[in-house]
């Protein structure tokens, strides 16, 4: 893993934003193909994405006889729509409106024979607008997208390592295509309490006890990418435990602990600065909230 501080690139919100809405919309269309094909898997793993060497893929999903993956390139910037029997399609990434998109890839499964139906609004997300009516969003930089996932690469690398300290249940390092960000969670087996008048996406979600974390590129009350820690249910003393590097902080704005992803690029080394607040963060959880740490970590 890069320990360099130069090989951690700069990411302004503010210089990629208008490219940052486009793509979280793009990828909010393919997400959804996945949503619709793929077997379900507790927590709505089912649903995410998964790093590649070049991007985000769907992974292969199930259709009819055989198996179809959709691959974001954010090399060649191009989305690849592969089938299991050698057949393919290519939508370029380029800059389209959100409907000009949706309406390719929608072409581009005709042409395959893939017959899948999808709700066409987007979620978690402010105001939102169905994909075929969205022609606000439409702008493409190939270089922020680049810079944006060379960040994620990154942050993919040292999410994996932190997880492989973890016996129990842990989630993969996934790309929720809904909020926008790259995770890894940890259970400690224990069933969550109920939480009043949740949604069934979030009932599921939290249906047990977890410690997650992961990088957003920011919006809201953080105008910043960031990475973020939360345990939910938040054992009591938790936002006030000492964590590392000293410029993690808690957000209530959040219920959860961030640290600005410009701290661990400029720092001596980001990889060991972020590892510090992965590992601080859980383990302040896991020991307010009582975990058996003793059988649920490597040692």
Not at 158 to 177: I, M
């Amino acid at each position: 893993m890069p320990t360099d501080a130069a090989a951690w690139p700069a990411l302004p919100l503010a210089s990629w934003e208008d490219t940052r809405a486009t793509l979280h919309m793009w990828t909010q269309v393919v997400g959804k193909v996945r949503l619709a094909l793929a077997a379900p898997v507790n927590h709505w793993w089912h649903v995410t994405l998964k790093a590649t060497a070049r991007g985000l893929t769907t992974l292969p999903m199930p259709y009819d006889d055989g198996v179809i993956e959709m691959t974001f390139d954010f090399i060649d910037h191009r989305l690849v729509i592969d089938v299991g029997d050698g057949r393919r399609r290519v939508v370029a990434l380029a800059p389209k409106s959100v409907a000009t998109f949706y309406a390719e890839v929608r072409q581009a499964l005709a042409d395959l024979r893939v017959a899948v139906r999808i709700w066409p609004m987007p979620v978690e997300v402010p105001e939102p607008v169905r994909f075929d009516e969205d022609h606000r969003h439409a702008a493409y930089d190939a270089e922020s997208v680049e810079r944006w996932w060379r960040v994620l690469s990154l942050v993919d690398g040292t999410l994996e390592e932190f997880r492989g300290g973890f016996l129990g249940k842990c989630s993969p390092v996934h790309f929720f295509w809904g909020s926008f960000d790259l995770a890894v969670t940890r259970f400690n087996g224990k069933r969550a309490p109920e939480r009043p008048g949740a949604d069934s996406i979030t009932r599921e979600a939290y249906s047990h006890e977890v410690i997650s974390a992961g990088f957003w590129p920011g919006g809201g009350a953080m105008p910043e990418p960031a990475f973020y820690a939360y345990a939910a249910p938040e054992p009591p003393g938790f936002k006030t435990a000492d964590i590392a590097p000293a410029g993690a902080f808690y957000s209530n704005d959040f219920n959860e602990f961030l640290l600005r992803y410009e701290d661990v690029r400029t720092a001596p080394s980001p990889h060991q600065t972020l590892m510090a607040f992965l590992q601080t963060t859980y383990e302040a959880g896991a020991t307010l909230g009582a975990w058996d740490r003793p059988s649920l970590e490597r040692g």
